[in-house]
């Protein structure tokens, strides 16, 4: 059984740019889930896709926007890169019910804004 | 979504049990209450979960208070392994198992 997966390991951007994200659920999962997570600090909820539709959005502006494909892997997309944004990013899927299931996580990107 | 409250950090020696606690006192009934770590450099990994009584698993355990308002999770023989932080979460029903993490308690084993 393959794991979460997250490409790519380590990104440096510049302050302006786009950036996009990719993840692989695990095998039988369809819903995704996107944290960010500063420096000493947890993850925060960006927001889920279940069965390729938005399903909740944690507090994140709309340049933070996402997809999720037919074979329920996942894009992150971040507009305007602020340097605030330098963060680990964090993909987790599940099988989206009961919604008490397990959060497999991936390794994370570290994104770095200059 | 409900908040938890964690100490910072704790210490334990290697092969000793160690109890780590989380305050909800604002907790519904329809919470469930979840405990996961990160280990460095890791994202983050199930421990374990539960609603009203207490459970057990191979990684842990955990205790629920009666009135649910707090709960621990005991590491019965702490390994060098173990050390990560600890983050205790509820979670309730509507939301797909989407997670709200707080700082969490950093856990330091000692040999």
């Known amino acids: 059984e393959t794991g979460v997966t997250q490409s790519p390991t380590h990104l440096i951007k510049t302050r302006g740019q786009q950036v996009t994200l990719r993840c692989s659920s695990q095998s039988g999962h369809n819903t995704v889930s996107w944290y960010q997570q500063a420096l000493g600090q947890g993850p925060q909820f960006i927001f889920q896709y279940y069965r390729e539709e938005e399903n909740g959005r944690g507090n994140f502006p709309p340049r933070f926007s996402g997809l999720q494909f037919p074979n329920y892997s996942s894009e992150l997309n971040v507009n305007a890169l602020e340097l605030d944004d330098s963060a680990l990013y964090l993909c987790?899927?599940?099988?989206?019910?009961?919604?008490?299931?397990?959060?497999?996580f991936g390794p994370g990107t570290r994104l770095t804004v200059l | 979504d409900a908040k938890t409250t964690q100490p910072n950090s704790m210490e334990s020696n290697e092969e000793e049990p160690v109890h780590l606690p989380c305050n909800h006192s604002?907790?519904?009934?329809?919470?469930?209450i979840h405990w996961y770590r990160q280990l460095p450099s890791q994202g983050p990994e199930y421990v374990i979960h539960g609603l009203t009584s207490n459970v057990n698993n191979r990684m842990a355990s955990l205790a629920i208070a009666e009135d649910r308002k707090s709960s621990t999770l005991i590491l019965h023989r702490a390994t060098l392994r173990d050390a990560a932080v600890y983050y205790c979460i509820l979670t309730r029903g509507s939301t797909l198992g989407r997670l709200y993490f707080g700082r969490g308690t950093q856990l330091t084993v000692w040999p």
């Open positions: 987790a899927s599940s099988q989206g019910w009961p919604s008490t299931d397990t959060q497999y």
């Open positions: 604002t907790i519904s009934g329809t919470d469930y």
